[in-house]
C-alpha cells in the first residue's frame, strides 16, 4: 500500500499587481493565498499520514522567487520531515534550475535533475516505490523526453511518472514538453504526475494519469476549487480523491430579480453574499438579470459597485464583487419574433428584398457572410435587443 499527495503549480508570490486598488486587508489576503493553500497541504499530508508529497513543477512564479518564498517552502518541509514525509519536487517553465535556489532544502526533500532519473522510496507498509522525471533546465522546453523514462516491464514494485507538461489534445497556448497518452502508456506505470495545466483532470484511469490543477486560483480564468490529489492502493489499483485547500476563490453567479432601483439591488445583492459567505472567501462575477423595464442610471451602478465594495473591507471572509453585468428581461411581454407568422419567417423574397442593397454594395459586402446561412429567428431577436437597448439609453438621456 502507498499513500501520496499530488499537487503543482504553487506558483508562490504572483505578482498579484492587478489587484494592488484593493483594501489594505483584502490585498495582503490575496498575496498570500498560495502559501496559506500550500500550508493547507501540509497540514492534510500530516493528517493523513502520507508516505510522501510529490509536486510537479512550478514552485515560485518566474522572477518573482522571493526569499520569503524560499524560507516558507524550508518550514513546510521541515514539518514533513519531522514526520518522516518526505517531498519529491520536479521544477517547470517558471521556475528552471538555472534560476538558482540559494535555501538547502532538509533531506527529506529530493529534487529531479534536468535528466530524467529514479528515485526509490520506502513507504510505511514496506512497499518499494520507484518515482521517475525530470526537472526543466530553461524556461522554454520543447524536448520530448518521455522515450529517457524507464519501463516497469519487470519490475516490483510501484512505478510513479513525474511530468511537467502538455497534454497533446490540450487547448493550452504555452505548450512545454508535450506528450500523447501513448507515450506515457508506454512506461507501463502505476500512475502519472502530472503539471503545467490549472485545471484539474484527469487523462486516464488504468493507469491514473492526473492534473491536479493549480492550488489558489489567481483571476477568473482559474475559477471554482483548487487544490490537490491524495492517491492511496497497491499496485493492482490506486484511487484519488481531490481536497481543495484553496484560501480564496474566483466565481460566477447569476441572480435573477424584480428589483431595478439601486436599493433593491443592494439588497439582492447583499443576500447572495450572505448565502455564499460561509463557504470562504472569494472574488465573484456577477450577472444581474433584471425582470423590469425601468433602466438603471449609470450613476446609480457606480454607487450600487461602491456601496457593496466598502461592506466588505472588514470582512473577515470577504465576497468581492469584482464586476456586475447588468441584463434585461422582459418577462411580461412575447418576444417580437413571436409577431411573425412562420410563413413571413421563411419567405425568402422578403429576406432577399432586405438585404440585397446592402450586399450589392461592394465596399460592405467583401466583409459580410453568407446571408443566406443565418438564423433568421435570432436575427430578429438580435434587432430587438438591439433596439430595446436604444430606447432605454433615449429614456435616461431624457
Known amino acids: 500500500m502507498v499513500k501520496f499527495i499530488h499537487c503543482a503549480d504553487l506558483h508562490l508570490d504572483s505578482p498579484f499587481k492587478s489587484k494592488s486598488y484593493l483594501s489594505p486587508s483584502i490585498f495582503e489576503d490575496v498575496q498570500k493565498s498560495a502559501y496559506e493553500s500550500f500550508k493547507n497541504i501540509v497540514d492534510l499530508a500530516l493528517k493523513q499520514e502520507v508516505d510522501f508529497i510529490i509536486i510537479a513543477g512550478d514552485l515560485f512564479d518566474n522572477e518573482n522567487r522571493t526569499l520569503r518564498a524560499e524560507v516558507f517552502l524550508k518550514e513546510q518541509f521541515e514539518r514533513l520531515r519531522k514526520e518522516q514525509i518526505f517531498v519529491y519536487v520536479c521544477h517547470g517553465n517558471h521556475d528552471p534550475l538555472t534560476s538558482k535556489i540559494s535555501t538547502n532544502w532538509p533531506n527529506n526533500v529530493s529534487v529531479f535533475s534536468n535528466q530524467v532519473e529514479t528515485y526509490q522510496a520506502i513507504t510505511k507498509d514496506g512497499e ?45 497556448k504555452d505548450r512545454y514538453t508535450e506528450f500523447r497518452l501513448e507515450d506515457l502508456n508506454s ?31 489567481r483571476h477568473f480564468n482559474e475559477l471554482g476549487e483548487k487544490g490537490c490529489l491524495l492517491v492511496e492502493g497497491d499496485h493492482l489499483k490506486l484511487t484519488t480523491q481531490f481536497y481543495p485547500t484553496h484560501y480564496i ?42 425582470n423590469s423595464e425601468d433602466a438603471m442610471a449609470p450613476q446609480d451602478l457606480i454607487q450600487l459597485k461602491e456601496m457593496i465594495t466598502e461592506f466588505e473591507e472588514n470582512e473577515t471572509q470577504f465576497i468581492f464583487i469584482e464586476d456586475i453585468n ?7 411581454e412575447a418576444p417580437l419574433v413571436n409577431e411573425f407568422s412562420s410563413e413571413l419567417i421563411e419567405d425568402a423574397s422578403l429576406f432577399n428584398s432586405a438585404m440585397t442593397d446592402l450586399y450589392l454594395n461592394p465596399r460592405a459586402s467583401k466583409y459580410l457572410d453568407d446571408y443566406t446561412e443565418f438564423d433568421r429567428t435570432e436575427l430578429v431577436n438580435h434587432a430587438e435587443s438591439l433596439l430595446r437597448d436604444e430606447m432605454r439609453g433615449e429614456q435616461n438621456d431624457n
Open 249 to 290: 476563490k474566483f466565481e460566477e453567479a447569476t441572480i435573477e430579480t424584480d428589483q431595478a432601483s439601486k436599493q433593491g439591488l443592494y439588497k439582492a445583492i447583499q443576500t447572495f453574499k450572505d448565502k455564499v459567505r460561509s463557504e470562504g472567501k472569494a472574488f465573484y462575477r456577477l450577472t444581474m438579470l433584471i
Open 187 to 217: 512506461r507501463l506505470y502505476h500512475y502519472w504526475a502530472l503539471g503545467h495545466i490549472h485545471e484539474r483532470e484527469q487523462l486516464s484511469d488504468m493507469p491514473v494519469i492526473n492534473y491536479p490543477g493549480n492550488i489558489q486560483g
Open 326 to 332: 447588468i441584463q434585461y428581461v422582459q418577462n411580461d
Open 128 to 172: 518499494t516505490i520507484y518515482i521517475h522525471g525530470f526537472s526543466y533546465q530553461n524556461d522554454a522546453s520543447y524536448e520530448n523526453k518521455i522515450d529517457a523514462y524507464p519501463s516497469s516491464q519487470g519490475q516490483k514494485g510501484i512505478h510513479i511518472g513525474v511530468l511537467h507538461g502538455t497534454y497533446s489534445k490540450s487547448k493550452a
